[in-house]
């Protein structure tokens, strides 16, 4: 079931209305079901798997909470480490990690040979699990009690909004709000819904009407694109992966809110970012602050030197990229981004005077988009060569150029694209909620109109979000 | 990964004053004004001339059109060269008649990719014909229209019947709500209108007439018969090669080859047989698909692997005869001698295939 489907407006008129009338506890199991039920509607068995994954660490969590002894606390958590990334393992990299074993052993001398497993992914998989795990850990650090209530804990890991692709929320967040009966506000519910359509618009009109088309023509491995139109379909990718996820972001949020219940924020203008450790405080920002507080700083952080800081750097973004995806694409992308943060890093100190002005932040700005947009050439071609040569292409090797299939659908992603950075460059820290201040409540209206008009009009519904893959 | 502050839950506890149910309410209210006004705006104008249909809904449908009682299907899977060159009206009179045939393509098909997605819904006695459009089968494209297809199955995300029941009721009885009532598009017509006069599709239509057949055909039907003219036409027209190296090439074949047999022996063992035929094309179109994907190395290994159930049109009298105005496509008088002597391939194949009865 996915949020841009008519189905799913039923199914969450349901849960409203329930939500708005059982009392406490019948809600939070009412939820529980249709948190599931939502699950079950992608395919039904996996829904054992998430259960697996609840019990696994609810007990992990209690058997902790039983003893003070650091030894044996130590071994749980080593145990609910070893089940969460193993099963994330199985599923997600099993085929990864065979097919470069053998790439190894045949570069060895050695002749294997092994067929690719058919193995499904389960959707928001990688998650759930960052999500159950963030909750071992909180414990066995002690900063969270641990959870006695197992309908409180497994609502916390399958609460649909956020179940498939996040964003990945903390026990410490997500648990005190199941203690107190909670109702939304009218505020709140009407503050929900315009997020909901604001995602919406997002997710089916820009991701999928304006930038997807132009993604898929240029970035087919198959077609050899001109230097204009490799940029062009890289800007696009850029606006298409922005819209996509923090439109997907945006609904959960949204939806949660109406429910009553607050997530935290995903995305803040990330192409508005001056500087690489600009964007990852704006770019997935669940994700990056998981990685920093359970990956980052206990390597060490910055606190073991220069050096280590950006081993440690490099090393978390590699796992990062990695996260994303089983394959070496990934991993590049991932180690991009940790090369520019070290690089960020070691030139701080001598950035002029002049730079720190207006047109030096535009400047930066514009280097930042740039430089991250080369990495989602990585994220989003179909292999390290692919992508290779569509960066060569980008910076003079150009190709023959593709026939241009649509001109108009080209002269639309290009002035979206434009728009969407230039408007988050021009106000890099203003959000949904400042620019529906700015604008009124008349102009909010008549846009979030304007939004659901384009959205219903577009012809084609129920394109699965990229996200969900990870 | 420097060290920030965790964004705030506690930002959205306090909503903006905007944030009023009648901002909301009036937001939905507007909406389906628009929508009622831009209905009446379309009826009165007219759907969008060539406006993009979708071909994935259309290939699932013409899928999914419930089999008569004791009746089989025999489906042509492929891409535009399908769409154009299989006329089941025509194949009907040259198979057994207890065969229900239908053409289920889309542009850029990939027969394999449309087979795996459409599989769970296949019977016992079943026929699949499989087209080898090189550059979509060899290199294993996604078609644009795919997921779109996709949608209509049971595969990951699919619409369920009921979705689907909402979204193409609602796109078949209101222009607003189906891509002839796309605003963007007829912005575009209109831009194009004043800006150059006319719009691409009248061109179009001076050359060739297009009639979409309900089993799925797309017949054209040329205006201009000139084999000259269209040579000229055709000129330029060629799709260049990938960039995929001649061995990533391969290996994206092989690949595919080893999941097309793993799907052909359990489709099999179900009782749907799977026939493999690659379609006419010509000229500098054909150089390009020789060139780029030699025969020996591609055909000729697919044929291996399926013996007895793959037919290339050069090997066929009758198919390597038939005139691709394009290059690439078959028209309306190609249509029928192919579909025919597919038709007749597919009843030979067949019982060729069928072991010998009891004495």
């Known amino acids: 079931m996915l949020f841009t489907s008519p189905v799913f407006l039923l199914f969450f008129a349901v849960v409203f209305l329930v939500c708005r009338v059982a009392p406490w506890n019948l809600r939070k ?7 599931l039920a939502f699950y079950a509607a992608w395919n039904p068995p996996f829904v054992l798997l998430l259960l697996g994954s609840v019990v696994l660490d609810y007990g992990l969590g209690l058997a902790m909470g039983r003893t ?8 749980l958590l080593v145990l609910s480490l070893c089940g969460n990334l193993g099963v994330l393992a199985a599923f997600k990299y099993a085929n990864f990690l ?57 609502l916390f890991v399958t609460f649909f909004p956020q179940l498939v692709a996040g964003p990945i929320v903390r026990a410490s967040e997500f648990l005190p709000q199941l203690k107190q009966p909670r109702t939304a506000s009218s505020a709140q519910v009407a503050w929900g819904g315009l997020l909901f359509i604001v995602g919406l618009f997002k997710k089916a009109w820009l991701a999928d009407y304006v930038f997807q088309p132009v993604v898929e023509r240029y970035y087919e491995a198959a077609t050899h694109p001109s230097w204009w139109q490799a940029w062009l379909a890289t800007y696009s990718f850029a606006g298409q992966i922005y819209c996509d996820f923090s439109g997907y972001s945006d609904m959960a949020i949204g939806i949660a809110l109406a429910l009553g219940f607050l997530l935290p924020e995903n995305f803040r203008a990330p192409y ?33 030197g220069q050096i280590r800081t950006r081993v440690n750097l490099a090393l978390t973004m590699l796992l990062g990229g990695l996260w994303h995806g089983a394959a070496w694409t990934f991993v590049i992308w991932g180690g991009w981004h940790g090369m520019l943060l070290g690089l960020e890093r070691a030139t701080r100190k001598w950035i002029p005077v002049w730079l720190k002005g207006r047109a030096g932040r535009v400047l930066g700005m514009v280097a930042t988009f740039h430089a991250v947009c080369l990495g989602w050439v990585f994220f989003r071609a179909e292999s390290l060569d692919h992508a290779v040569g569509l960066v060569l292409t980008m910076f003079g090797d150009s190709g023959p150029g593709a026939a241009v299939q649509s001109r108009w659908q080209l002269g639309l992603a290009a002035v979206c694209a434009l728009g969407l950075v230039g408007l988050q460059m021009w106000r890099p820290n203003t959000g949904a909620r400042e620019w529906s201040i700015r604008a009124g409540p008349v102009l909010t209206a008549v846009v979030a109109a304007l939004m659901l008009f384009l959205v219903i009009t577009r012809g084609s519904h129920g394109t699965a979000f990229i996200y969900f893959q990870f | 990964m420097e060290p920030h502050s965790s964004t705030s ?73 399908v769409e154009n060159g299989f006329a089941p009206v025509v194949a009907r009179q040259h198979v057994a008649p207890d065969f229900d045939v239908r053409n ?15 599989q769970d819904e296949l019977r016992a ?13 060899y290199e294993d494209r996604a078609a644009p229209d795919l997921p779109e297809f996709a949608k209509y199955f049971g595969a990951s995300w699919a619409l369920s019947r009921f979705e689907r029941a909402i979204s193409d009721g609602l796109a078949d009885n209101l222009l607003a709500f189906s891509s002839h009532g796309d605003p963007m598009d007829r912005l575009r017509l209109t831009l194009r209108a004043g800006l150059v006069g006319t719009n691409p599709e009248q061109m179009n239509a001076s050359e060739v007439q297009m009639i979409d057949h309900a089993d799925g055909w797309r017949e054209v039907i040329l205006k201009d018969q000139s084999v000259e003219n269209w040579r000229k036409r055709a000129a330029g027209n060629v799709p260049k090669p990938s960039h995929l190296t001649a061995t990533q090439r391969q290996e994206r074949f092989a690949q595919m080859l080893a999941r097309v047999r793993n799907l052909d022996t359990q489709l099999a063992g179900r009782g749907v047989t799977v026939l493999f035929v690659c379609m006419p094309s010509s000229g500098a179109y054909k150089a390009m698909e020789d060139t780029t994907f030699p025969r020996e190395q591609y055909w000729d290994r697919l044929a291996a692997v399926f013996p007895g159930r793959c037919l290339h049109f050069s090997d066929d009298p009758v198919m390597r005869g038939l005139w691709t105005p394009d290059e ?22 067949l019982e060729s295939a069928r072991p010998p009865l009891d004495p």
Request: proline share 7%.
């Open chain 1, 68 to 75: 003070e002894r650091p030894g044996p606390r130590k071994a």
């Open chain 1, 29 to 35: 199991a009412f939820l529980l079901a249709a948190s």
């Open chain 2, 328 to 349: 690439s496509h078959l028209e309306t008088a190609g249509a029928r001698a192919f579909s025919a002597r597919l038709g007749w391939w597919v009843t030979h194949t």
């Open chain 1, 272 to 304: 508005g970012a001056l500087g690489f450790s600009d964007f990852w405080r704006r770019w997935h920002i669940s994700l990056s602050s998981w990685l920093r507080d359970y990956l980052y700083i206990p390597l060490g952080g910055n606190r073991r």
């Open chain 2, 9 to 81: 839950s506690s930002e959205q506890a306090v909503p903006p004053p905007t944030a009023r149910l009648t901002v909301l309410a009036f937001a939905v209210a507007g909406a389906l004004v628009l929508l009622a006004g831009w209905e009446l705006v379309v009826r009165q104008l007219g759907p969008v001339p060539g406006a993009s249909v979708r071909p994935g809904r259309q290939a699932a449908e013409v899928f999914l059109e419930p089999v008569g009682d004791g009746k089989k299907r025999l489906v042509m899977f492929g891409s535009s060269r």
């Open chain 1, 98 to 154: 065979s097919e470069n074993f053998i790439a190894l052993a045949n570069a060895a001398g050695w002749q294997v040979s092994l067929m690719p497993w058919n193995i499904v992914l389960p959707v928001g998989i990688s998650f759930y699990t960052f999500q159950t795990l963030s909750y071992t850990i909180d414990v066995y650090r002690k900063q969270i009690p641990v959870e006695r209530n197992l309908l409180d804990f497994a």
């Open chain 2, 104 to 118: 289920c393509s889309m542009p850029m098909g990939s027969s394999v990719q449309m087979l795996e997605i459409a």
């Open chain 2, 125 to 137: 006695g079943d026929v699949i014909v499989c087209e080898v459009w090189p550059i979509g089968f």
